[in-house]
């Protein structure tokens, strides 16, 4: 949702810019710029399309500066053109931004700026922060901010660069992640920690209403008013070489060969002995554990699939309520919660709009909240109180993967957890399936192995008009969680049904066009999937079963079949998701897709 990075110091500032932008495409793609301000004078470059594009275009400006700023865009305000990227520079030449989020107030700054004369070139809401700036601005940056973030009203992180102040760039964030950092001369700020990995582990994570100056001597925070405030670092411990693709084509497939170690690092702390302990993490007692009537799960896109599948492991141990709902619904509907609820909100990213809005409601009516996200030190962690941090290092593929295997890794073990504080843990099933869980990553890597054939089916469907994925009980999660993926990237129509609703209506679409993708593993729904497949040929839909190692019945429905490893039945989704994923993957690559960038989609959603 728009990526941003800017430099102070004595190196190549466009390189850096550029670098860091390359590393933030993953959140916006459609067009990038850059500013510089060399010898007192703000020049700029701007192009639609890519990151590369830009480097181009600034190679052949020969453009450099002491100080840059840059920005990759997703465009919400104004269409992709050159014109509407960003950076933007006010009428006067003197402010030049960039800027992530949305100015809702905008076409109001604009109107009443325009009958002062100001001239406005591009559609953006972004513009109004700009040209009020240069209409504020006399020599004093600081007092210019607050008198902006007094006028202007949504989310922004802004990073603005003064004409006059050639060694300083200035930041002001509320609602959209921005991040600082500073190593000897030099000083940062980024949307994304991982983007200032290679200069810096110790960061500082802007809060809402908080501004900064940054400068080759160091950086100081201030609020809104203007007041400064001494402000403590964050150290990441994520390694700089977990950015490169390394020797895979995309991250999407290298994110998708990591998962065995993501679920091996995600158990280790968190179970002994074959029992569970997050008490490291978590301080609850029983006696809180016992009023939370009730479970809500808040995420979107995947880490809502992966709530769903929690959904499923836990009702089969424990004596849960839970619901699972999408964050932009859950927001606006009247739904139950108070101190009787225990509200958990799962996001990668941690900076997702809807999910942290979401979550501000549930604390605000009292509910005892908890986030599993991906990134420490993210706006949700930071907010949100309790939390499960998931070790899965940055997730660059738009198509989340490895952080899905951490989300459901981490919600067993929560479920396990919260059932056993309520004293409604039976021990032979902690027992059981805390050891399935430690046999996960050596199953993971057994489906991994099995590549070759997985991109092989994937060549003969390539060109299917589109699919449905079917499956019941805890099949019907990961079903949910393969057509997403094969959605997102190869966009091609993909559903998912529970198998016993389809002939409620979907089946109406099956003909020979149309595979069917069933997930049938060896439980007792078995014989019910395959009445469902039977159904399905019967159309003369096309089948690939997704079925248990040693199933040789299903070779008499198809002879499209992924053998999953035998694993405890509350444990499927760990194995289905990963020849999903790769089926996916391998369609995209044969229907020649841009797999870690697909078009409209943005990593991180900072607006609602
Ligand atoms: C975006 C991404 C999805 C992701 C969803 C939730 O829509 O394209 O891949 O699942 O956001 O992201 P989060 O960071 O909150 O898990």
Known sequence: ???????????????????????????????????????????????????????????????????????????????????????????????????????????????????????????????????????????????????????????????????????????????????????GNEGFCASDPTALLEFTHDVWFMDDDE????????????????????????????DAAMTNRGKYPHFMLKEIHEQPDVV?????????????????????????????????????????????????????????????EVASEYRYRNIPTGPDTLAVFVSQSGETADTLHAARLAKSRGAKCLVITNVRGSTIHREVGDALITPAGPEIGVAATKTFTAQITILTLLGLYLAKLRGELDPNTERRLVSALMDIPGKQAAMLDREREIELLARDFADARGFFFIGRGIAYPPALEGALKLKEISYLHAEAYPAGEMKHGPIALLDKELPVVALVPKNELWEKTISNIEESMARKSPIIALATEG??????????????????????????????????YYIARQRGCDIDMPRNLAKSVTVE
């Open 1 to 183: 949702m728009c990526g941003i990075m800017g430099y102070v110091g004595d190196r190549d500032t466009t390189r850096i810019i550029l670098e860091g932008l390359a590393k933030h495409e993953y959140r916006g793609y459609d067009s990038a710029g850059i500013a510089v301000i060399k010898d007192g004078k703000i020049s700029e470059l701007r192009t639609v399309g890519r990151v590369a594009q830009l480097a181009e275009k600034v190679a052949a400006a020969g453009l450099t500066g002491d100080i840059g700023i840059g920005h990759t865009r997703w465009a919400t305000h104004g269409g992709v053109t050159e014109t509407n990227a960003h950076p933007h520079i006010s009428s006067d030449d003197r402010v030049v931004l960039v800027h992530n989020g949305i100015i809702e107030n905008a076409r109001e700054i604009r109107a009443e700026l325009e009958a002062k004369g100001i001239k406005f070139h591009t559609e953006t809401d972004t513009e109004s922060a700009v040209q009020y700036l240069g209409y504020v601005y006399d020599g004093d940056p600081k007092e210019a901010i607050v008198k902006l973030t007094a006028r202007i009203r949504g989310a922004f992180a802004l990073v603005i660069m003064f004409y006059d102040k050639p060694r300083e760039i200035w930041v002001a964030r509320k609602g959209s992640p921005l991040v600082v950092g500073h190593a």
């Open 551 to 584: 199933d040789d019945q299903i070779c008499h429905y198809t002879r499209n079949v992924i053998f999953t490893p035998e694993t405890e039945p509350e444990l499927f989704p760990f194995v289905a998701v990963v020849p999903l994923q790769l089926f996916a």
């Open 264 to 324: 091996a690092h995600t158990l280790l702390g968190r179970v002994a002995d074959d029992a569970v302990d997050l008490s490291r993490e978590l301080s609850w007692t029983p006696d809180e554990a016992a009023q939370w009537k009730r479970i809500h799960f808040v995420a979107c896109g995947t880490s809502h699939y992966a709530t769903i599948v929690a959904q499923h492991i836990m009702e089969t141990f424990g004596n849960f309520e839970i619901r699972t």
């Open 211 to 238: 501004m900064a100056q940054i400068t080759r001597e160091g950086c100081r925070f201030f609020d809104f008013s203007g007041a400064e405030h001494e402000k403590a670092s964050m150290h990441l411990d994520w």
